[in-house]
């Protein structure tokens, strides 16, 4: 494919993340590049409340940059090592730190906070330098700058053509223990399906994860014995861990050999943490695939309130674990992919107090009554009939 032929064809930007095998080299270098962006991350938010203390002034990234490489570092050679690592990654973090601040002065977010060791999700960064270089992939392995070549654990996974697919940028992670690379792609648009002439309602729920109007339940994933075995597992790792800080405490060791212990266990612990965390976000995956694939012309969902369900205590751990921001999410992006019109239909829509046969509200439902009853004669599940409800809404705005 020639130049003109990619101007003309319509192109969208799609992401893609896999694990890599680094070296031991290569992790030392990793780890050197996510410490200091985090350092420089706390530095600029440390150095921004400074500065508005004494002189009611906020200093830009890019101010921050500038006073860091010209003034702070000559006059402070100890920290000469900021320099060591890759400078895209310093100033995206620099980045970072100054979009923290602007959500919170736009009411979006909280006051930034600082990032710990260990605990805060900090990645190394790198981007295509100028528009003649381009971020090779192949097959098995890619070629990070500062990096060099990194193995892929998956192959093939990540679009390799360079003709087709353009790599414009990708961060470098640690979880649990694994290193993962995400890139940012410009490839072709996908050619729209032909959708059919029917749409869907899904109803999310506790009991069930989504009941679909078509009649398809997918089953709460918290409930299988799979996820109950890991969770009853990390539940004694994570006694077994509390038990190792209480000794060390106690015995007031010094040693290193038990500090060395307690974070063999704090690894056992992210581990088992992130296995969890997949096996879900695998099921999020399959669910929305499996309903995409029937080709609707709209889907309608409604609006949940996920933060004040979070609010009860005794529902908290199970809406938390249903994961319905994310499912929300990748559902929005996979219909705009596909063409497929996305529905959101307002939070306050009695959708589970409707009867779908006559329309009557039935105001004392309880959440404890699982089948709608109407004086009609009308008998069904009540998230099916709340299903059938959505998927009739005609107050939504569209996603």
């Not at 961060?171 to 399906?193: D, H, K, N």
């Not at 405490?249 to 992210?270: A, F, H």
């Not at 695998?282 to 669910?287: Q, R």
């Not at 929005?332 to 529905?343: H, M």
Request: hydrophobic content about 30%.
């Amino acid at each position: 494919m020639n130049e003109e032929d990619k101007g003309d064809q319509e192109r969208m930007l799609k992401s893609y993340k896999t694990e890599i095998n680094p070296t031991m080299e290569q992790i030392h270098k990793i780890n050197k590049t996510i410490g200091t962006c985090r350092f420089v991350y706390n530095f600029y938010l440390a150095r921004n409340k400074e500065v508005y203390e004494k002189e009611k002034k906020f200093v830009s990234g890019m101010e921050f940059s500038k006073w860091l490489n010209n003034v702070y570092l000559k006059e402070n050679p100890e920290y000469v090592w900021i320099k060591e690592v890759s400078t895209k990654s310093v100033k995206q973090s620099i980045m970072n730190s100054e979009r923290s601040f602007k959500r919170f002065f736009k009411g979006q977010s909280g006051f930034p906070k600082f990032k710990k060791k260990g605990k805060s999700d900090v990645k190394m960064y790198f981007v295509k330098t100028n528009s003649q270089t381009i971020i090779t992939c192949e097959r098995h392995r890619i070629k990070i700058s500062t990096l060099g070549w990194v193995r892929l654990k998956e192959k093939g996974y990540i679009p390799w053509d360079s003709n087709t697919y353009i790599i414009k940028s990708g961060t470098v992670s640690c979880r649990a223990g694994r290193y993962y690379v995400s890139v940012l792609v410009e490839q072709p648009e996908r050619e729209r399906l032909q959708l059919q002439d029917f749409g869907f309602g899904i109803d999310l729920g506790v009991k069930n994860f989504a009941v679909i109007s078509n009649g398809l339940v997918k089953k709460n994933i918290n409930k299988t014995n799979k996820v109950k075995k890991l969770e009853k597992q990390l539940k004694r790792e994570q006694r077994c861990l509390s038990r190792k800080y209480e000794s060390l405490k106690k015995n007031n060791k010094k040693g290193e050999s038990s500090r060395e212990n307690i974070q063999k266990q704090i690894l056992k612990v992210k581990r088992l943490y992130c296995r969890i965390d997949n096996i879900r976000t695998d099921y999020i995956n399959k669910t929305i695939a499996e309903i995409v694939k029937t080709k609707p012309s709209y889907i309608a969902v409604e609006d949940l309130n996920v933060s004040g369900m979070m609010k009860n205590r005794h529902l908290s751990k199970a809406v938390a674990s249903q994961k319905f921001y994310e499912f929300r999410v990748k559902l929005e992006a996979k219909c705009k992919e596909y063409g497929i019109e996305l529905r959101i239909v307002d939070r306050w829509y009695p959708s589970s107090k409707l009867c779908h046969e006559c329309g009557c509200i039935r105001k004392d439902l309880k959440l404890s009554d699982r089948e709608y009853v109407c004086e009609c004669g009308y008998h069904a599940d009540r998230d099916y009939n709340a299903s059938l409800n959505l998927r009739d809404a005609t107050s939504y705005k569209v996603a």
